[in-house]
C-alpha cells in the first residue's frame, strides 16, 4: 500500500524537523514511524516469505537501534552498535537468497569498497584513545566489516541478470546512503564535531532505508 510509503517519508522530514528545532517530544513520534510505516508497507505489499521475511527483520532491527540511539546516543550507543549490526546481517542474508555468485564487476565493488573504506574507519579508529573511546575499537572494526558486506552485497544486485534494473539500482543507492549516514555518525562522534551533522546523518539513513526496501519491493512484488 503506497500509503505507508508517503507515511515513511513525512515521519522521515518531522524527523529532520525535530533534530534541526531540537524537538524530542516529535522525535520519539516520527523517528520511529519512519521504519514502523517501511515494515508495514513491506508486509502488506509483498508479504514476508523467502528473502522478504530477512529484510523485515532488517527492518525491525534497525527499528531497536534507532528507539536505542534516540534514548542515549552515548549511553546506549553499543546497544544501538549491536542492533543495526544485527540488521545488515538480515539484509546480507536477503540479497543473498538464493546466493548469487561473484564476478568480475562483484571483484571491482569489492576492491572499491574495501579501499576505501579502509581509509576512513583508519582515521576514525586513530581518534578512539583521544576520545576516551578505545574499547569501541573492536566493535567499530567488526560493524564496518559487516556494513562493507551488506553495501557489496546490494552492489552486486547491478550485475544480477535475476534481478529488475530499476530495483538494483534502487538498493545499491540505498545500502550506499545507509553507508553514509554511519560514517557521518561515527565521524561526528569520534572524529571531529559536523555542522548539522546530526541532521545529514538522519537524513541519509533514512532516504537509505526507503530506498532500499523501494528496491527489494520493486523486485520482489512484481
Known amino acids: 500500500?503506497?500509503?505507508?510509503?508517503?507515511?515513511?517519508?513525512?515521519?522521515?522530514?518531522?524527523?529532520?524537523?525535530?533534530?534541526?528545532?531540537?524537538?524530542?517530544?516529535?522525535?520519539?513520534?516520527?523517528?520511529?514511524?519512519?521504519?514502523?510505516?517501511?515494515?508495514?508497507?513491506?508486509?502488506?505489499?509483498?508479504?514476508?516469505?523467502?528473502?522478504?521475511?530477512?529484510?523485515?527483520?532488517?527492518?525491525?532491527?534497525?527499528?531497536?537501534?534507532?528507539?536505542?540511539?534516540?534514548?542515549?546516543?552515548?549511553?546506549?550507543?553499543?546497544?544501538?552498535l549491536a542492533s543495526f549490526l544485527l540488521a545488515h546481517i538480515a539484509y546480507i542474508i536477503g540479497f543473498n537468497t538464493p546466493l548469487p555468485g561473484m564476478n568480475f564487476f562483484?571483484?571491482?565493488?569489492?576492491?572499491?569498497?574495501?579501499?576505501?573504506?579502509?581509509?576512513?574507519?583508519?582515521?576514525?579508529?586513530?581518534?578512539?584513545?583521544?576520545?576516551?573511546?578505545?574499547?569501541?575499537?573492536?566493535?567499530?572494526?567488526?560493524?564496518?566489516f559487516v556494513i562493507s558486506i551488506m553495501l557489496l552485497s546490494a552492489m552486486i544486485k547491478l550485475t544480477d541478470i535475476s534481478w529488475d534494473a530499476g530495483a538494483a539500482a534502487l538498493v545499491s543507492v540505498g545500502a550506499f546512503l545507509f553507508y553514509i549516514s554511519d560514517i557521518i555518525l561515527a565521524w561526528n562522534k569520534?572524529?571531529?564535531?559536523?555542522?548539522?551533522?546530526?541532521?545529514?546523518n538522519i537524513a541519509a539513513y533514512h532516504l537509505g532505508q526507503i530506498a532500499l526496501i523501494s528496491g527489494v519491493l520493486v523486485q520482489f512484488s512484481a
Open 190 to 200: 569520534f572524529v571531529a564535531p559536523i555542522q548539522h551533522g546530526r541532521i545529514y
Open 1 to 80: 500500500m503506497i500509503i505507508f510509503l508517503i507515511a515513511a517519508f513525512v515521519f522521515a522530514a518531522l524527523e529532520a524537523l525535530a533534530l534541526q528545532k531540537n524537538w524530542f517530544k516529535l522525535e520519539v513520534f516520527a523517528k520511529p514511524g519512519v521504519m514502523i510505516a517501511l515494515f508495514l508497507w513491506l508486509w502488506t505489499s509483498a508479504g514476508l516469505g523467502g528473502a522478504l521475511l530477512w529484510f523485515g527483520l532488517g527492518i525491525l532491527l534497525s527499528l531497536v537501534g534507532d528507539v536505542l540511539l534516540m534514548i542515549s546516543l552515548d549511553r546506549l550507543f553499543l546497544a544501538g
Open 106 to 144: 562483484g571483484i571491482v565493488f569489492a576492491v572499491i569498497i574495501g579501499l576505501g573504506g579502509a581509509r576512513i574507519i583508519r582515521r576514525i579508529l586513530d581518534r578512539l584513545p583521544a576520545a576516551g573511546q578505545g574499547r569501541m575499537r573492536a566493535p567499530i572494526i567488526i560493524y564496518s
